[in-house]
């Protein structure tokens, strides 16, 4: 089963923003991360990291916008939020944002290993989507938090 031909009916894409490839923009997450990311994340990187992409997949649901970052701006990204880094004693790897001022990464918080938003990475503070990219966009975990304030 595909993760990108099977996203929730809540969440809404332009499929024209597909664009495969980016292997070794992703093999340089693979050795970049701090931490072993799901498979199902490196799925989705393969469908929108190729040649053509704008730096994002945006999902956009009944009440927000969800920004998945290409391989290319993930990498980029992790740089640009190092400053978060400092002030929190946390493993994390960014992987998007609510087109906003909330950020999407991976961690190990207070519900167990997931992915999270919230304003920097604080695990304590920040609010748990799911567990898994499957989890949250084909069988629709946490959109109802994603898509709040």
Known sequence: MSII???????????????????????????KAPMQLPADYYELLGCISGEGNSGAIIFAAKEGLIAIWSAEKALGMQDEFSYLLEDCNTKVWFIGNDVGDLIYFYGQGKDGFGIYRGEDCDLESADKIADTLTDFLINGIGIDIATTL
């Open 5 to 31: 031909d099977n996203i929730n009916e809540q969440l809404v894409f332009d499929k024209n923003k597909i664009y495969p490839g980016g292997e070794e923009l992703i093999e340089k997450i693979v050795e």
